[in-house]
């Protein structure tokens, strides 16, 4: 394949992604990449196929999470630079492939943001619909607030991208905002 399409994406991930909380993930990702290609004038299927296939390994190897992933993602077709954006997500943290391009940085730096904006929006009445980032920024102060989330990740990624924090949430946001339904952040009641 030329590029990772979605269609290839959705099915490579299945194969390997069972538990639904995986899956809530990886489609969080996935908008909130596709909102960052817009950002940066890149094709958003493009970006949202590898933010869907971000945590191919994950389930299975989470002790090792990225070390089961290149070989069997290229062996099925995925492109290189697809590969290598996936593993530089891990970056520091269990690879050494450090981000680079736009899209890469964008990975690393989206995948700890939308575990808090979900945390976030699931506390409101409105879900994510009516979530401003002011409201994220405060929730983000708040160290004990989705503390599995690793915000020193978020700000060097935001680094990396050259942004401010409140930007990039707020493309996240956005992004994430026309899928609610599908993302389980939608008004209650």
Not at 51 to 60: A, T
Not at 86 to 97: A, E, F, P, Q
Not at 116 to 126: K, N
Request: hydrophobic share 40%; with cysteine; net charge negative.
């Amino acid at each position: 394949m030329d590029k990772l399409t979605i269609e290839a994406a959705r099915a490579l991930n299945d194969s390997a992604v069972t538990q639904e909380h995986l899956k809530l993930h990886a489609a969080n990702v996935m908008y909130a990449m596709g909102a960052m290609a817009g950002h940066f004038g890149e094709d958003p299927e493009h970006w949202m196929a590898v933010g869907l296939l971000h945590d191919y390994d994950y389930e299975k190897h989470p002790d090792e999470h990225l070390a089961h992933t290149k070989e069997p993602l290229l062996t099925a077709g995925v492109p290189e630079e697809d590969v290598r954006a996936i593993l530089s997500h891990g970056w520091g943290i269990c690879t050494d492939v450090e981000p680079l391009s736009p899209m890469e940085r964008s990975l690393f730096t989206v995948d700890e943001l939308t575990g808090i904006i979900q945390a976030c929006a699931r506390m409101r009445p409105l879900g994510i619909t009516d979530l401003e980032v002011k409201s994220f920024l405060k929730k983000f102060k708040d160290k004990k607030f989705a503390a599995g989330c690793d915000r020193e990740i978020i700000l060097k990624g935001c680094g990396l991208l050259g942004m401010e924090l409140s930007e990039v949430a707020g493309i996240c946001i956005e992004g994430m905002k026309p899928h609610a339904a599908e993302l389980g952040l939608a008004p209650r009641g």
